[in-house]
Every structure is written in C-alpha cells, then in structure tokens.
C-alpha cells in the first residue's frame, strides 16, 4: 500500500534537516515529498525534492482550488494542508493515502503504529497537522469543502490569516460532522512549547527522561523506581524548538534527543546520558517557565492584528 507524506518549506532549511531525513529515510513504505525553493540532495530514494518558487506555489494552489490568494508568509500553508491531495493531485496518482507532516520531528518506525489493517479500515489517520493521512479518494481529498469548521474553507483560503484550519475547530470538526472514519494513533512525543525540557503532552513525565532514535526506530527513555525504561512511539515532533546539533556526518545508528543537545551515541544509553541530554532544572523553574510562556502569548494577542484577534477569539468560545 503506498502511502505519501508532504511537507512545503520556504527559506532557508533547519539545522535539523538532514536528521529529519534519515528518519524518513528508515520509512521505506512512505515517500516524502518536500516542496521548497531550495536545493539538497535527498538522503533517500524515498525522499523526493519538488523545487517549485512561492510564486509557483501560489499560481498552482489558485489553479486547482479555483481561488485567489497570495500566500506571503510561510506558516499559512498549514491552513491549506486539508487540501494537498487536490492541490498536489498530480504527483500523488499512485498513492492509496497521502498526508502532511511538519520538519520539527524525527521519525521511527511508522508502520510498527500505522498498519495495513489501519489502513485498509479508516479513511483519515490522526487529527493534527503534524501527522496526518487522507485516503486518496475525491471524497477525502474534497473534504476540506464540507460543512462542520466554525470558518469556511473559503474564508480561511481568502486571506493570509492564521486559522489552525488542519486541527481542532477546523477539519477536526468537519470530520465528526461528516461521520468520517478515523482512527487517532497517539504513540508520539509531542513536546511542550514553554518547556525548554523535552516534555511531552497528554501523558505522564519522568524526571529523567530523554529520547533515543536507533536503527530507524524511536524510543522514550525514562527512569522510574531505579530502571530504564523504553517505550517506543511513532515520532517526536519538538514543537519549534531549535535543537543544538552534535552530529558530524549521517553515519549514525544512534541519536540521544533532548533540550541540550541532538548528540550520536557510540554505545548503550545510560542514566548519565539523559541527565546531561534533556536535565529536569525542578518544578519551581518549569513554573516560572510557564509564567513567561504565558506573558508571550498575551502580549502576542494584543500585537496581532484585529481580524487574528477575532479568529483566535472564536476558536476559544469552541474549545
């Protein structure tokens, strides 16, 4: 069953790509296809460069969804994510399924979580921009159309606004509406925006915790009562964060992942490892975090223009 992964990239590429890319090099059963206006050489047969201009981009999102928009800003492609299968249609003819996915995340093991039996019984695999896939039929590739979102497809394709309209109040809504059979996998690490330590979202965390890519898979690594623990999850996606890279080359089996540093590791992970990876500073500094994080976004929200204000105003009423 082929399945593919889009990603739209403008300026210049992370520190973190080329790692970003050998976990999707490891997916063997997905192609990745990274449409950006600049050059690299794929680390993969399975990664596939579309070089296209912004200017190209937009000629073809106002082409094939019959709309006129300017995108000037990055960020606004993920609110055109829902529709990647129709604008993109052309390069995903041989595909059962085809999704999106960001570049802040590593890939393990995708299939060890999304499997054929998955696959072959929903339509629409996970909720968030991050990961998603669609299966590609006019019905889910047109989905986007549909009734449900507190905004309008057309709204939210008509200016340069930010509507999150690949998540919660936007296709997350329209799929309930619309009795959409999806199946939500939540075996990832999704880190906390105002940590600076790698913590993770919806679950449980460890004092000492850090996150271990090995030979394609991806893994948890935690101490609790005196003994490592692995858990294995699907992918790490670190929320914007802008990693320290200690790698030379992409010669490594094996990655330690946390808030200090992306370093290779030669031998077994130890306790010594995660404490310098990704070290708990105690509760009284991720509260003060917290505080800051919080007086960011209020100072973001007054900066922001009037029809944002708007917009994220509606969005809270639904949630």
């Excluded at 192609?31 to 296209?52: A, C, H, R, W, Y």
């Excluded at 890939?107 to 968030?128: H, P, R």
């Excluded at 290779?264 to 509760?283: A, F, H, T, W």
């Excluded at 007054?302 to 969005?315: N, P, V």
Aim: with cysteine.
């Amino acid at each position: 069953m082929k399945k593919c992964l889009i990603i739209c990239w403008y300026g210049k590429l992370p520190n973190y790509f080329e790692i970003w890319q050998k976990s999707c090099s490891y997916n063997k059963d997905y192609d990745f296809i990274v449409v950006t206006d600049q050059d690299f050489e794929p680390l993969g047969s399975n990664i596939i460069l579309k070089k296209m201009s912004l200017a190209e981009v937009n000629e073809l999102i106002n082409k094939k969804l019959d709309i006129s928009i300017k995108i000037e800003k990055p960020y606004k492609f993920c609110d055109f994510k829902p529709a990647y299968g129709k604008i993109f249609e052309d390069s995903l003819r041989d595909y059962e399924f085809w999704g999106h996915c960001d570049m802040d995340q590593i890939f393990g093991k995708i299939s060890n979580f999304v499997t054929n039996e998955i696959l072959d019984n929903y339509e629409k695999i996970n909720k968030l921009g991050h990961f998603c896939l669609y299966k590609n039929c006019k019905k889910m590739n047109e989905l986007y159309k549909k009734d449900g979102s507190i905004f309008s497809y057309k709204e939210v394709f008509s200016n340069n606004e930010n509507y999150a309209f690949d998540e919660k109040t936007g296709m997350e809504m329209i799929v309930k509406k619309n009795n959409i059979k999806i199946k939500c996998i939540d075996n990832y690490a999704d880190m906390y925006i105002r940590y600076k330590r790698y913590k993770m979202s919806g679950t449980t965390n460890y004092m000492y915790q850090a996150f271990l890519w090995e030979n394609g898979k991806l893994f948890r690594v935690y101490e609790n009562n005196g003994i490592l623990n692995r858990e294995e999850l699907m992918y790490v996606h670190f929320q914007k964060k802008k990693p320290n890279i200690k790698v030379e080359n992409s010669s490594y089996t094996r990655l330690i992942i946390g808030s200090n540093y992306f370093k290779e590791l030669e031998n077994e992970i130890c306790m010594q490892d995660i404490v310098s990876c990704n070290p708990y500073r105690g509760k009284i500094y991720e509260i003060i975090e917290t505080i800051k994080y919080k007086y960011i976004k209020i100072i973001q929200f007054l900066q922001c223009s009037l029809k944002q204000k708007k917009i994220w105003i509606k969005q809270k009423r639904v949630k």
